[in-house]
């Protein structure tokens, strides 16, 4: 399958963090038939080891595989499904969104309390966790108790598509993207060998990065991944964040790290010579699983590759396809540079 069907088909995949088993599975397909050999950790994490033809550094490049959504925490007696987020979750978006709960994958809708029955202070806010719930059509608790359990993961029910100038939209294309892209790299001849890892649990406490950096001892870690855009909203400069249609993001720095500086001009060096667009971060914003790269082990010198993603933990994930194309390529330089490092 072309990196674009990869995309579309992991989008629609059932997979919140600690739950990315149905990602997993399909991923060890892909790798079998690519002829790969692969392993699982204790966690969760799918580990591949890529052989080079160049001596170089020990790098390890990882995507995670989980995506935000639910858990159910509570049937109320009426048979509504209390749900608990995990992950982060764009609040604002949620309101009469389809959501699909367990592993039959029931459907239900997200509701929240009417607007006549708000007071005035609460009209125009976005719900509260606490408030939030699926309506699965049962009549009652009893009902309800027959097609779902307390601990059942929920997901956003929808499909990926094009739209727009070269656009695509999905749930978790900040996760999923990353994961067809690395899928893509362990496609292709390479210069220098890598470990490439599918991690768990990326959106909630990045253990699945911090095992696999306490495993293989990497000296270099390249993470892949998704950066909030918020262009289009009347924002402009470093508000913005980061823009559709100007390249992957390469960030110099999170709330309490700093990338590895040479790792960091050389992914503008790459895409110079490859004629690649890539651009900053315009703000620091908190670390994920780079972070857990950096700290873990005995740490790693560390650099990311994030893909601007709008409206991120909704079901209308927005990407440029141009980006994605930018990313996979630039990817790809970057390793093949590190043994010059």
């Not at 007071?119 to 806010?125: A, D, L, M, S, T």
Request: charged share 25%; hydrophobic share 40%; aromatic share 6%.
């Amino acid at each position: 399958m072309s990196l674009w069907e990869n995309i579309a088909a992991f989008s629609e995949l059932t997979g919140i963090s600690g739950r990315e088993q149905p990602v997993r599975d399909v991923l060890c397909k892909k790798l079998e038939q690519l002829g790969l050999p692969f392993e699982m950790d204790r966690v969760g994490n799918l580990i591949i080891h890529k052989a080079g033809t160049k001596a170089g550094p020990k790098v390890l490049v990882a995507a995670h595989m989980d995506e935000p959504g639910f858990l159910v925490r509570w049937i109320e007696k009426d048979g509504r499904v209390r749900l608990a987020t995990v992950g982060e979750i764009g609040k604002t978006m949620m309101a009469g969104r389809r959501v699909l709960i367990g592993k039959s994958k029931v459907p239900g809708v997200i509701g929240v309390k009417p607007t006549h029955l708000l007071n005035q202070e609460q009209r125009g806010k976005a719900a509260q966790t606490k408030e939030l719930y699926a309506d699965i059509g049962a009549d009652g608790a009893e009902q309800a108790e027959k097609a779902i359990s307390v601990g059942d993961e929920a997901v956003w029910e929808n499909r990926f598509e094009f739209f727009g100038e070269k656009l695509c939209k999905g749930k978790g294309l900040d996760s999923r993207i990353p994961c067809a892209v690395l899928l893509e790299l362990l496609s292709r001849p390479t210069e220098v060998g890598f470990t490439a890892v599918f991690t768990v649990r990326g959106v909630t406490d990045c253990g699945g990065m911090s095992a696999a950096v306490f495993a293989n001892r990497p000296e270099m870690v390249i993470t892949l991944g998704g950066a909030p855009a918020a262009d289009g909203f009347g924002f402009s400069g470093e508000k913005q964040l980061c823009c559709l249609g100007e390249g992957p993001v390469v960030p110099f720095m999170e709330k309490a790290m700093v990338y590895d500086r040479a790792l960091y001009e050389s992914a503008f060096a790459v895409a110079e010579e490859r004629g690649l667009s890539c651009q900053n971060k315009r703000m620091v914003t908190p670390a994920g699983e780079s972070k857990a790269a950096q700290i873990s082990g005995e740490g790693a010198r560390t650099a990311a590759l994030l893909l601007p993603v709008r409206y991120l933990g909704t079901p209308v994930c927005t990407a440029h396809q141009e980006d994605v194309q930018s990313m996979t390529e630039l990817a790809e330089g970057l390793l093949e540079r590190l043994a010059r490092l």
